[in-house]
């Protein structure tokens, strides 16, 4: 297992912006309206909840988000044992509740619970859908933080410009002196 260094860590990081969570959330939602599960989470491989919508006022969702990450990192373990990278989809079904797994631009997991008044199929074929909408919106993010692209600037984001932005903040609420 090889280990990734705080600068590896930092260029892998994605920004995501009001209008990012806001593109996010409206994928959950058309997801959880057509696949009829109770709610959808976006959790990043690491552990960390991205965003989540639906019924999840008897989730915990921390907890949930840390599982959910750790069964996947297990999971690839096992898909090296046949020759696969890792599984793109995963499925855990309990007497009443259960939870799909799909991958997300090799960097999210979507994760859907649901019960048994909802159809596996519909869940898998809506979750596939959803993934593939949601990878598109992390590769755009992507590619925007390798140009150094930002919302608020819409061109390049240097330390020249980070700098000369930030001065210019600071004097309009202290005083140019």
């Known amino acids: 297992m090889t280990s990734r260094s705080d600068k590896d860590l930092r260029d892998e990081a994605l920004i995501f912006y009001e209008g990012d ?3 996010l959330a409206s994928i959950l939602d058309a997801f959880l309206k057509k696949s009829a599960a109770r709610c959808a989470l976006l959790v990043d491989k690491d552990g960390h909840m991205i965003t989540s919508r639906g019924h999840t006022s008897n989730v915990d969702l921390d907890t949930i988000s840390a599982l959910v990450a750790g069964s996947f990192a297990a999971t690839k373990q096992l898909a090296h044992q046949f020759g696969e990278d890792e599984f ?3 499925f855990h079904q309990g007497k009443g509740q259960n939870l799909q797994l799909s991958l997300v631009a090799n960097r999210a997991l979507l994760t859907a619970l649901f019960d048994d ?6 869940v898998r074929l809506y979750a596939t859908e959803a993934a593939q909408r949601l990878t598109d919106i992390f590769r755009r993010k992507a590619d925007e933080a390798s140009r150094g692209v930002g919302p608020s600037t819409g061109g390049l984001l240097n330390e020249a ?6 001065a210019g903040a600071l004097d309009d609420i202290f005083g140019d002196e």
């Open 88 to 90: 793109s989809a995963m």
């Open 117 to 122: 008044d909802t159809t596996v199929g519909m």
């Open 161 to 166: 410009g980070f700098l000369g932005e930030s």
């Open 21 to 23: 969570i806001e593109a």
